[in-house]
């Protein structure tokens, strides 16, 4: 196996929010994903799916780290004739899943608002329509009918073909 050395992380402590945001991520991720742990280079017998590939088979493994990243690793045997001389794994970097899955989810936010913004400005654009006969209604409710008004003069509106005519025409006497 061979096993190349990265540079230490960043010895940076990050901020309480940072902190937080970590804690909440993780808990919501986790669910029932078993926690990944470096086990140095002697210890890829420790990983299961290391330990079914030395069998013969390929297999691979969904865990999340201390931060709650999703890594993902991947194991296949490495034979010579049919005889299983060793294994090799692949996992993903900390972050790359989420990352993608985060930005995925920030277009489905923003399509979401868009179509959100599109149906509002339609809605209002429907109800002033509506507004203005309830709002006239509610007028002539309102004042007083003059001397010489007549309830069967909103029969001149049956004309109309719109809610106003069916309304004349269904109130008429």
């Not at 509002?120 to 007083?144: Q, S, Y």
Request: no cysteine.
């Amino acid at each position: 196996m061979l096993r190349f050395e990265l540079p230490p992380p960043s010895a940076d402590k990050p901020n309480i929010a940072r902190r937080t945001w970590t804690a909440i991520r993780t808990w919501f991720n986790r669910g029932d994903l078993p926690i990944y742990r470096e086990l140095g280079p002697e210890g890829g017998r420790g990983y299961q799916e290391v330990a079914r590939s030395l069998e013969g088979q390929n297999s691979s493994m969904v865990r999340v780290n201390e931060r709650g990243a999703v890594i993902v690793s991947v194991a296949v045997p490495v034979q010579h004739f049919r005889a299983v001389r060793g294994a090799l794994m692949l996992t993903t970097q900390g972050d790359d899943i989420d990352q993608m899955v985060g930005a995925e989810r920030w277009a489905i936010l923003k399509i979401g608002g868009v179509a959100s913004a599109v149906m509002i400005v339609l809605f209002a654009v429907a109800g002033e329509h509506d507004r203005r006969p309830g709002a006239a209604a509610r007028r002539r409710r309102r004042a007083r009918p003059p001397p010489h008004s007549d309830p069967r003069e909103i029969s001149r509106f049956h004309a109309r073909r719109d809610e106003i005519g069916h309304l004349s025409a269904r109130y008429a006497t």
